[in-house]
């Protein structure tokens, strides 16, 4: 089902194929939509957010190319589930939550299917994780009114930047941000629609 969804959709990549494949999707949602867990859309994971689409999340993998060996960061742990395909990928990946209760659970459910290459950090993403930057590649799940200047910062050379970019009430774009010789290169995929990013992001008007 789920490879479908994303094969289909133009991504063939059979390692990302099979990091999506390994990690058991139905453990990560809500009891009451287990049966729901592959199927083609987001779903409610509690405190009014949710896991996104299986194709999304492969996407977001795919455009940050995250390959063995990469330091990974997540913004909006969420679920855990992103950051269980990213570590079917590589064994470093860190991945910032600011819901204490949201961070609890994800850690404990990606602790009990032995996710040990995953840090969830109880926090405010803005600031991204500078004790353990550069990254190879930073994904931010959550959407954003612009690029939060911490987060371009703690980007490698030649690292990816992939976030919603756009209004937080409405639709937002994908954005892929590569840095390349200390500068943004970016580049527009398509729009998407995600809960909104909360904290200083909603203090920062740029
Ligand atoms: N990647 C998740 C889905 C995330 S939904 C998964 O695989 O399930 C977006 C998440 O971003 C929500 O859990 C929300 O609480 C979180 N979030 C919102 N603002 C944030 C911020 N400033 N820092 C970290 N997380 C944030």
Redesign the pocket.
């Known amino acids: 089902m789920v490879r479908y969804q994303v094969e289909s959709r133009g991504l063939k990549d059979e390692r990302l194929l099979q990091a999506l494949l390994a990690v058991p999707r139905h453990l990560?949602v809500p009891e009451q939509y287990r049966r729901e867990a592959y199927e083609d859309y987001p779903l409610p994971?509690g405190?009014g957010?949710?896991?996104?689409q299986p194709y999304i999340?492969a996407l977001m993998t795919a455009v940050a190319e995250v390959k063995p060996g990469d330091k990974v960061l997540?913004?909006?742990?969420?679920?855990?589930?992103?950051?269980a395909v990213l570590n079917q990928l590589t064994d470093r990946v860190f991945s910032?939550?600011?819901?204490e209760t949201?961070a609890g659970r994800?850690a404990s459910v990606l602790q009990s299917l032995n996710y040990t290459g995953v840090r969830v950090r109880w926090?405010?993403?803005?600031f991204g994780w500078p004790e353990e930057a550069p990254f190879d590649a930073i994904?931010v799940?959550?959407a954003a009114n612009h690029i939060p200047p911490p987060l371009f910062q703690q980007l490698a050379e030649g690292g990816r930047l992939v976030i919603p970019v756009g209004s937080t009430v409405f639709f937002q774009t994908l954005t892929l941000v590569r840095k390349s010789g200390g500068k943004p290169v970016v580049k527009q995929l398509l729009d998407v629609r995600?809960?909104?990013?909360?904290?200083?992001?909603e203090k920062e008007k740029r």
């Open positions: 990560f994971i405190e957010q949710t896991i996104s999340v997540e913004i909006g742990t969420g679920s855990g589930y992103q950051a910032i939550e600011i819901r949201l994800a926090a405010d993403g803005y994904l799940t959550c995600f809960v909104p990013m909360v904290g200083e992001i």
